[in-house]
């Protein structure tokens, strides 16, 4: 969503920290809205760098919708969401707060028998039930593992999801290079799934940074760049430990800004998220955007 700052301009003028000015080229007539953020809020190790010393973990969903406008829940993928959770946290924000809610392990990376998959997505369905109902589930993220691989099988899968969970949006992320190919784009289009663009470590295997829209609504999700710890790491944080730059960002503004153009909706969700690097990374990149705070 665009707030105060945010100008509906034929080109707009950038000057980096570094002095430096870049120009970035946007339509003039900006269509979409950028909602900022990253995944999660609730860390403790944020205290001191982005929430205040003296706030409770009570108080750290109302200080951080001050600050952006979505979050990204990653807890419902390592447990089914319980409807009481999802309606307190929808009770929280206010009507224009965006949700988007990771899938289920069940659903991308542990997948059951037919049977067994239809009880586990009806459980998802249920927990997020009540932020649809509020209206602020923007969407249900499907980031699927690195061997999880391009197959005619799995790409017919992919293109159930918005058909199996329909009261929000799929999109759908990859980690494996294999679905880089025009033909997912093009059928990702045609059954209206979204696609999530990754920024990640440039290593073999893994999905490359491309600004692609499928659907109504777009996706980016920054990862960092630690090449060196992504697949050699003991504690799963180290993999994204990374804090990025102005200039390692700046390419992607005019990125989203071209998402813009062509989405109703473009979430932009930093997981870079030990010792609150994802919350000052997003901070930023709302600047650069000429994006305000939601309040």
């Known amino acids: 969503m665009r707030f105060d700052g945010a100008k509906d301009v034929k080109r707009e003028t950038i000057f980096l920290s570094w002095g430096r000015r870049a120009f970035v080229e946007a339509e003039a007539a900006n269509k979409g809205r950028i909602y900022v953020g990253t995944a999660g809020f609730s860390y403790s190790d944020w205290k001191g760098v982005f929430y ?9 969903l109302e200080y951080y919708a001050a600050r952006f406008p979505c979050v990204e829940i990653d ?3 390592y447990r089914q969401p319980s409807p009481k959770t999802m309606r307190n946290l929808a009770s929280r924000v206010g009507p224009d707060f965006r949700f988007t809610v990771k899938a289920h392990r069940t659903i991308t990376h542990e997948i059951p028998e037919r049977s067994e998959l239809e009880k586990e997505i009806a459980t998802f369905a249920e927990g997020v039930a009540p932020m649809a ?6 969407c249900v993220l499907y980031q699927f593992p690195w061997s999880f691989k391009y197959s005619k099988e799995n790409l017919t899968y992919i293109n159930s999801l918005g058909t199996l969970l329909p009261m929000a949006p799929a999109v759908v992320e990859f980690r494996n290079r294999s679905w880089a190919r025009e033909d997912v784009y093009r059928s990702l289009r045609d059954s209206g799934t979204g696609f999530c663009c990754v920024d990640e470590p440039s290593l073999p295997g893994l999905f490359p940074r491309v600004s692609l829209v499928t659907s109504r609504l777009a996706y980016v999700r920054f990862h960092g760049r630690n090449a060196a710890k992504w697949f050699n790491h003991k504690e799963a944080w180290e993999r994204y ?9 700046m390419p992607w ?5 071209g998402m813009e153009t062509k989405a109703d909706e473009v979430y932009v969700l930093y997981n870079n998220c030990h010792r609150g690097q994802a919350a000052l990374n997003a901070l930023r990149m709302q600047e650069l955007l000429g994006l305000g705070h939601p309040q």
């Open 133 to 138: 109902e509020a209206g602020v589930l923007g």
């Open 75 to 77: 807890f419902t993928y």
């Open 52 to 60: 205040p010393e003296d706030i409770g973990p009570r108080q750290f």
């Open 253 to 257: 503004v005019s990125r989203i800004l």
């Open 241 to 249: 430990d990374y804090l990025y730059t102005d200039e390692e960002m």
